[in-house]
């Protein structure tokens, strides 16, 4: 596929648990780094966790504790669980390449928590 496919955002309490998947475009299935980024309204796109395909992860302070990035590289896959979430966790979720390097966005799937 051309485009990175992202599935499972949603409307969650706070407090509350969802994970993403990711179905990688044909082009991320050569990327060492793979991560998610998020955008809320009128910010910025920035990124939320890395993962390089040995396993290693990386992930943004106002995430750690509560997100965890995790792969399939057979599927090209990668997930995201994400608990304890807040309402400063709302956005639109993406993934791509990391660093991005000007790969082709998805859609991205929204997650809204709130009560």
């Known amino acids: 596929q051309v485009q990175p496919v992202e599935s499972g955002g949603g409307l969650v309490q706070p407090g509350g648990n969802l994970r993403l998947s990711c179905a990688g475009s044909?082009?991320?299935?050569?990327?060492?780094?793979k991560g998610w980024y998020r955008q809320a309204p009128g910010k910025q796109r920035e990124l939320v966790a890395a993962?390089?395909?040995?396993?290693?992860?990386h992930y943004e302070e106002f995430v750690k504790g509560r997100f965890t990035i995790s792969q399939d590289n057979a599927k090209n896959t990668i997930y995201l669980q994400m608990n304890s979430l807040k309402p400063e966790d709302t956005a639109v979720y993406y993934c791509?390449?990391?660093?991005?390097?000007?790969?082709?966005w998805g859609q991205g799937t929204q997650v809204t928590v709130s009560s």
């Open positions: 993962i390089g395909s040995g396993g290693s992860t």
């Open positions: 791509n390449g990391v660093p991005y390097r000007g790969g082709v």
């Open positions: 044909r082009s991320m299935s050569s990327i060492y780094t």
